[in-house]
Nanobody, 118 residues
Framework: QVQLVESGGGLVQAGGSLRLSCAFS????????TGWFRQAPGKEREFVAS???????SYADSVKGRFAISRDNAKEKVYLQMNSLSAEDTAVYYC????????????WGGGTQVTVSE
């Protein structure tokens, strides 16, 4: 069973940066697409970024040019570099994975809180 554990969240001032990490275990990492989602208070969970098995990436419009997703297949980790943070980025950030043959993310981490202060 795939397990995902996020780390790296915290409190940062507006304009600052954070790097989130997600440790993957319990399956062949190379068979899973990975992504980051976030959920702000009172809002639904939303897509942030994804990194496919082949290395292609995709981003939500709200984070393009500021966030960068990457994956280290040797370490079985996924990263989210977040720059130029604003209060609107405050949320719980979740790492997710989906087996290459599936259409939806079906493995989720417990989340890490990111709080951006003005």
């Amino acid at each position: 069973q795939v397990q995902l554990v996020e780390s790296g969240g915290g409190l940062v001032q507006a304009g600052g940066s954070l790097r989130l990490s997600c440790a993957f275990s319990g399956g062949p990492f190379g068979d899973y697409h990975t992504g980051w989602f976030r959920q702000a208070p009172g809002k639904e969970r939303e897509f942030v970024a994804s990194s496919s098995i082949g290395g292609s990436t995709s981003y939500a419009d709200s984070v393009k040019g500021r966030f960068a997703i990457s994956r280290d297949n040797a370490k079985e980790k996924v990263y989210l570099q977040m720059n130029s943070l604003s209060a609107e980025d405050t949320a719980v950030y979740y790492c997710a994975a989906k087996y290459y043959a599936r259409s939806v993310y079906d493995s989720w981490g417990g989340g890490t809180q990111v709080t951006v202060s003005e």
